[in-house]
């Protein structure tokens, strides 16, 4: 199983990304999809999550209002906007899957890097 984060960069403050999780061997549809941070210093945290179908999201109190997940079964890739980008969400990000009715994360992605400066 791979899970491949992309479209991480640097952008100034107000600024978007869309980050992208493309997943491989495995039934994506069976699998609900998270996106975890970890900034420099800090814990890593939760920042969103979609069910296997994209029925139900949540995300974190700090992003609500700013990012909206998404997926496509088709491609095996769920995605990240984030908009009105602050400072403070510099971290790295990590796409992961959960195998549906499983209580923990399955599998990780190796992470991708956004740098939002003031």
């Known amino acids: 199983v791979q899970l491949q984060a992309s479209g991480g960069g640097l952008v100034q403050a107000g600024g978007y990304l869309r980050l992208s999780c493309a997943a491989s061997?495995?039934?994506?549809?069976?699998?609900?999809v998270g996106w975890f941070r970890q900034a420099p210093g800090k814990e890593r945290e939760f920042v969103s999550r979609i069910t296997n179908w994209g029925r139900n999201t949540n995300y974190a109190d700090s992003v609500k209002g700013r990012f909206t997940i998404s997926r496509d079964n088709a491609k095996n890739t769920v995605y990240l906007q984030m908009n009105s980008l602050k400072p403070e969400d510099t971290a790295v990000y990590y796409c992961t899957a959960r195998r549906i009715g499983a209580g923990t994360y399955d599998y990780w992605g190796q992470g991708t890097q956004v740098t939002v400066s003031s």
């Open positions: 061997g495995l039934t994506f549809s069976d699998y609900d």
